[in-house]
């Protein structure tokens, strides 16, 4: 992935460019110390990530993130926890609280490169959904998905990924648009960022829904709707 970074302090930047280079995946081909030669930059040249810092002189982060085209990923890079919240408002990927750890920095790769390979795949279109199922349009073909076969789905900026038995969908619609149009009390809605099939769920705890091999976190605000709806009772 091209990536690059925005930050106006030179040891913050040279920072960045350490963590950045213990990762092949990331390709670093630019810095800059303010968002205006950031922005030429990006109107000839490839990027699929931007570190980005929030508190910048002149257009700050938080503004530049509006401008920044949807498919190019935004990881926002700070001293301040307050702007944790604004920030996802922006479809950033996540937020790094500086100094930044080797290994909370990996966490944050792993998790950029995963949704620049999925946003990579063919897209496919939510045509229609039923009661039982749902159609989606990919390949000039109608595809039948069986809510059955569905495991979870994820949001991912501007697209939910659907996750079956054996596939992942990518359709461009956003997490709480298809919650509204499946059935509610089938699919349960448990973090900003996940819905999980009932049918599907294994085991679960007060933090986390286990689905086959796959740990989906249940965000705070969450927990006192999915306790409710899936066992009829309050935490």
């Known amino acids: 992935m091209n990536c690059i970074v925005i930050d106006d302090e030179p040891l913050a930047r040279v920072g960045m460019k350490e963590l950045i280079s213990n990762f092949s995946v990331l390709n670093q081909v630019g810095e800059f110390n303010n968002t205006s030669n950031a922005d030429r930059f990006l109107n000839d040249n490839k990027v699929d990530?931007?570190?980005?810092?929030?508190?910048?002189p002149?257009?700050?982060?938080?503004?530049?993130?509006?401008?920044?085209?949807?498919?190019?990923?935004?990881?926002?890079?700070?001293?301040?926890?307050?702007?944790?919240?604004?920030?996802?408002?922006?479809?950033?990927?996540?937020?790094?609280?500086?100094?930044?750890l080797l290994s909370r920095f990996e966490k944050s790769v792993t998790k950029a490169t995963k949704i620049h390979q999925l946003l990579s795949l063919k897209k496919s279109e939510v045509k229609n959904i039923t009661k039982e199922y749902v159609f989606i349009k990919a390949d000039?073909?109608?595809?039948?998905?069986?809510?059955?076969?569905?495991?979870?789905?994820?949001?991912?900026?501007?697209?939910?990924?659907?996750h079956t038995d054996n596939d992942k969908i990518i359709t461009a619609m956003n997490l709480k648009t298809i919650h509204q149009k499946?059935?509610?009390?089938?699919?349960?809605?448990?973090?900003?960022?996940?819905?999980?099939?009932?049918?599907?769920?294994?085991?679960?705890?007060?933090?986390?829904?286990?689905?086959?091999?796959?740990?989906?976190?249940?965000?705070s605000v969450y927990q006192e709707a999915f306790f409710k709806q899936y066992l009829g009772e309050t935490l």
């Open 182 to 219: 499946l059935p509610q009390d089938k699919f349960i809605r448990v973090s900003k960022s996940y819905i999980v099939n009932s049918i599907a769920i294994e085991s679960f705890d007060r933090h986390t829904v286990f689905i086959q091999k796959n740990e989906i976190p249940i965000g």
């Open 140 to 162: 000039r073909r109608y595809y039948k998905v069986l809510f059955q076969k569905i495991l979870y789905i994820e949001g991912l900026k501007d697209y939910v990924v659907i």
């Open 49 to 56: 990530l931007i570190f980005l810092d929030i508190e910048i």
């Open 58 to 100: 002149g257009v700050d982060g938080l503004e530049f993130a509006k401008t920044i085209a949807p498919e190019i990923l935004i990881i926002f890079t700070t001293a301040y926890k307050e702007y944790a919240v604004e920030s996802y408002a922006f479809n950033a990927i996540d937020y790094l609280l500086k100094p930044i």
